[in-house]
């Protein structure tokens, strides 16, 4: 690499704004409103700070652990979102691809621009599955059989999006760019309702798609203890502790903050992810410090599409698993199990 | 709407700002001194955050509520404030018009331009009175009887002003404009005291104004449990904790810091507003969360009217009342009553 | 007044450095070594914030009271300090007559240029000396004994001074200008010793002190609750609670957040003064709501005197008065013995 | 000196950098990655304040006291640290004679440019080696008896580096220097295995040093309660409580946040020093209020050096130390022994 190669993931979020149209730029940067929840995510992850143990032996860093009991490289994965083809022909074949090399999940967003059954071909790696439920049940019941079919090891239910998100910044300039369609949606049967992403969904439904897949299911967007307590009475899997990158209703409380409360509501019943913020190594050792089972990395990984492709996402995975084995070794906590609360002051 | 339509209460005031006489925009904007509890205000709502709750029926939403006994469409009110009439030339009759239109009450002031006569003839909703006592009880019962008369429905007696506050932002500039004179106390007998907005008025001023009108009366710049107390003891329906928009004493508490103490000490025996810095959505939210029943919204109303009139004014209520109900449906609350304590962190 | 007419003290400030020479205004505004306590002195007056209570009687505000039980018009008093002669030929003489004028105590300091005996005799109110101790006791006596012969009702030891303070923003300008003698410290028996100011004083100078003077006297610069029990102990009559404008060591607490420990400490036994950071009405109203007496105020004088002269005082102390007579209408303290613990948050 | 003479050690910084080539600039006051930890450093003293005594007999000030029970005249030390050659030819030569002259002890770092012979040579004061071990125990040992030999007073082993620290800031430039060998690393036997900065340390190899040694033995990088209480029971004599400057790992605690946990658990087994972000006499003040035995400085030497060499050291140390006993005086604790909790708020 050159001098000028990225060194960290601010370092791509710098090289891939000039190489993006504006409109896609503020898309993907936009948050909700006035953006206090997208700098709280950053500014939560900051205020926390790190007791490091000395004198242990780090001579081998083991990032491995294992998600939903799948083994898995390093506890990051990439979190659902669009926008993958419009930074990079493949779209998410590129990040699939690039995810497998890593070791690590995939979760694609069931609203991609290729279809599930293109990316589990592409996929070198464990894939799972977001959903966002149709109104119609039978929608949603092809897309959890094109996954079981393709392969997908979870279904992700994002529940924490009724409503679509109201980004200010974007709603400017998004109409200044021709989306492209989504692929996999085509390939469903077609709606009866108008629809967008946002349709309610309930407890029902929770229960209802638990009834249909043996697919373990994990929540996205989980904030609060009641709704842990819940999640663990319905029997999910997993819950993803999220606010959405701050991009739904802003002013609600910064993921790495909220997740402690969720943590001690349903921790020992399901395995709790956190979304939101994670920029560093240091970043992934809090979460886990505070009972993450791992975490998921949303714009950075559109930051490496843009500036190189697979390779790009291939090298800000690295950067990012590097600096986790790197703040294990320099906090003394060589393996996943070593990290526990004390990490955190 | 094109393009540059404002998105937002903020996009209102910055429209408004290059639309209006310096002198003008300096009244309105400023605060008290060093204006520490203007912008206190704002950030006292910023550091509250929200916890939503997922998976909740939010396929309807509905903002409806009561104030005082009567349904209205949202928990929003127009605060009283001056200057309508420097920035529309039907000034409070416009502003009536427009929160009739959108099913909510409008808090006249007593010193408007228009008489209390006038605006109750163009509103088209419900119509509250504010009122500043006058030395001559006379005068203030003239005000009164002309408010049950013209059909309004509650007294709003502003407290916080025993002295007109003194803003050294306008206190440069305002005499560069000519303000009009106020139609409304010119229908009153004359003065026999010299007087200003400010005259002290005290807890048995209360009781008098109790005595003489069957319309309920609300305390309007209360912000400790104390007077809470003593205002819930001398009968009034309502108080409205405010700050007068950080007009009056620079550094008292930010009415949303003061609320909860106002509540926990009358909340059982009369009905809590909220005035002060509400400028979202999310702001309501929050303030209905710690125990208000409805929100006052003062200066935004003014950037409405003076960037588009009554127009202007309709788009900003329809503006904030969307916001609430989006922030209501990605906080799993769908109706008034489902806004608790639990709804703030 | 003009519309450029000062509204606030800090407008005083504004309109006073152009006018100085950049040497004097340097060693006025310094503060120690980083000005960290000169900032925080301000900051910690903002965190407070104020409990106005309403419809109480405020027609009429008494800001009068007693400092060592003589009558002043305001809990205000002029802080000892120099560079009167550079800003003002009558330099003192001028502060005094202003002071005076006011109905407020002024507070000479022992290094004057002007002789206590000239301030004396041009003061129309109360006076107070200031006093540094010499190393021989002698020099000091003679001092104390001029200062009963002129009249002063009590003298304000400075404690906070056993070196002078390292002002790293003036250190490098200060020899640019040629200061004034002190014709005060003329009048004196020659020093036996080298000496500045900043000589060690103990314990047992205070009690030789009280020993050789009827004369009531304050210590200047306490900051702790034990400094405070040991000035009970030893029994002055008052305690100046001051980190000396933050110009002695830099990084002591903010005065304001000082005073609550000292009046537990102290308050059921001598008076309690405030000094540092007071540039607002709502500033001294704060400092008597935590247990002030009174507080005193150094800069602004200074800036009042570059401006305007005696002129100048006299409008610094008007405007301060009337900011607190202001403050205790809005916040429904009609009189001094009305202020309390609750006023402040 | 001049009027642009140096006044404190922020303005070294100010003169060393236009002195320095920019990639040693960069490579010394870099941290690692976002440098949080270096600012923390800085903001965490200014977070503490200082609660002064008056009226004790401050005529002489002691900074005197004992390092592992040697008399020293300051508790300060030099920090251990590379650079010195760079920025001065006679290197760290020149720093242990100015840290002589001041009278107090210099730790050389075992990376020197210049033997430890000839440092020890150069020397007039106490030398304290600093060490790195090696893979090979046989090297380590060679560096303990050149160290014993040389007439060093202790071993500080530097426990917090088991990687060497990326540090963002100087990735990107310090290929632009041609770096100096050290030669002290020259004089040991050569490595068998590929070597760096960095190479795991654990509690047996802390054994194995006690046992080959009748050296004291400093753990350089402890930050938790945890490991001080393990280094108490390992029976080493010191411990730094330090995070390298906040050069490791960023997003660690603040050096003088972790020194009270560090005291608690193992102030009454061994001495603690406190090593990043001492610029001024005060925060030397705070470090002892809080437990500190001394504390370390680092980059301010090299800012010295860089500025006038060993006289430049000296003159930082010098500044260092007068503002210790300034502070000490103004604070009413003559001696070291005066210092105590109650001198932090």
Redesign the interface.
């Known amino acids: 690499m050159t001098?000028a190669a990225p060194?960290?993931l601010?370092d791509y979020e710098a090289l891939a704004q000039p190489l993006m149209h504006p409109a896609v730029w503020d898309v993907i940067v936009a948050g909700a409103?006035?953006e206090?929840t997208v700098a709280?995510n950053r500014r939560a992850f900051?205020r926390?700070?790190?007791?490091?143990?000395?004198?242990?032996?780090?001579?081998a860093i083991d990032t491995a652990t294992r998600v939903l009991g799948a083994p898995v490289a390093a506890p990051i994965l990439i979190a659902p979102s669009g926008y993958h083809a419009v930074l990079c022909p493949e779209g998410e074949c590129a990040t699939a691809q690039a995810a497998g090399r890593a070791g690590i999940v995939m979760t694609a967003p069931s609203g991609s621009h290729r279809t599930i059954e293109d990316i589990a071909a592409a996929a070198i790696g464990p894939l799972w599955l977001q959903l966002y439920l149709f109104p119609e049940r039978e929608r949603s019941l092809a897309m959890v059989r094109r996954a079981e079919a393709a392969g997908c090891l979870a279904i992700v239910l994002t529940?924490?999006a009724?409503?679509f998100?109201?980004k200010?910044r974007s709603?400017?300039?998004e109409?200044d760019f021709d989306w492209p369609e989504s692929g996999n949606l085509a390939g469903l049967p077609p709606p009866t309702l108008p629809w967008f992403r946002g349709a309610?969904?309930?407890?029902a439904?929770?229960d209802w798609l638990s009834g249909v897949t043996r697919l373990p299911i994990l929540?996205k967007?989980?904030?609060?203890a009641?709704?842990a307590a819940?999640a663990a009475a319905h029997g999910v899997e997993g819950i993803v502790v999220s606010?959405h990158g701050g991009r739904?209703?802003?002013?609600?409380?910064?993921s790495i903050?909220?997740l402690p409360e969720v943590v001690a509501a349903a921790g020992d019943h399901c395995e709790i992810y956190l979304d939101g913020g994670v920029r560093?190594g240091?970043d992934v050792l809090?979460a886990l410090a505070l009972g993450a089972r791992a975490v998921m990395i949303g714009r950075p990984v559109l930051w490496g599409l843009a500036v190189a492709g697979p390779a790009g996402v291939a090298d800000v995975l690295a950067i990012l698993a590097n600096?986790l084995a790197?703040?294990m070794?320099?906090?003394g906590r060589p393996t996943i199990a070593d990290i526990d609360r004390?990490v955190v002051?």
Chains 1, 2, 3, 4 share one sequence.
Not at 249 to 254: E, F, Q, R, S
């Open positions: 001098a060194l960290n601010f409103a006035d206090i709280e900051d926390l700070t790190i007791r490091p143990r000395m004198l242990v032996d780090v001579s529940v924490d009724p409503r998100g109201r200010d709603l400017r300039s109409n309610p969904v309930t407890w439904d929770v929540l967007g989980i904030l609060t009641e709704d819940l606010n739904q209703l802003d002013g609600v409380t910064a903050d909220a560093r240091t809090k600096e790197f703040a070794a320099l906090s004390t002051r």
